[in-house]
């Protein structure tokens, strides 16, 4: 079988950015960063003017490496539309991303969670038994902050406006919500997400057995 190459080499439109992804680095401009040293990314797109009455588009994709060194992909529509250029950019650079990192990023989260190691996620932990969220307990001036394990089996999670929400079945007080846009590696715990809920992935977890 040919193996397909994934490669990227793009100036974006408006900002005029020169964009290369490989499997050994990534470069915007005159920055760049190994693949192997990424440690987060986070992306989206966003309506411009307003939800009701939007006049462009804005796209954006943040990639983390060692040391705190970011590159920072940025460009514009004019327009709102379905497949757009800019469409087309964003998801030709968005192939790259997920072929030589995004993948890697997945593969690192599961070994965590098969080695009963902790992940974190924006301020939410995550280990094979579940997800440790915050809420709160008792009412007005007794108020307290709790912190508890909610196991696998009695969690749910959905999508909406770019932000995704892990609820606990069974206390809806206990959540967490984590934003695509603006929380380091919330995209590649939505993608894992998807990847437990199938085969009984989190239910082999809860059990200490490797996935």
Known sequence: MTAHNFDVDITTPSTKQQV?????SISVDNQQINCADVKAVRYG?????????????????????????????????DK????????????YIMSGLWQYVKKQLINHFIEELNNKKEITIADTHINNQGFVMKYNSG?????????????????????SKGVLH?????????????????????????TMMHYLWQDQRKEKLAKGQAI
């Open 20 to 24: 290369k992804i490989n499997k050994d």
């Open 45 to 77: 797109v966003s309506l411009l003017g307003g939800a009701k009455n939007p006049n462009g588009k804005e796209y954006i994709i943040d990639i983390l490496g060692d040391n705190g060194k970011t590159l920072n992909i940025r460009f514009k529509s």
């Open 80 to 91: 709102v539309g379905d497949l757009l250029e800019e469409d087309h950019t964003y998801y």
């Open 139 to 159: 009412f007005l001036f007794w108020k307290k902050q709790k912190t508890e394990l909610v196991p696998w089996n009695n969690l749910k999670y959905y999508l």
């Open 166 to 190: 892990v609820e606990s079945i069974s206390e809806s007080k206990k959540q967490a919500t984590f934003s695509l846009h603006n929380d380091w590696n919330a995209v590649v715990l939505n």
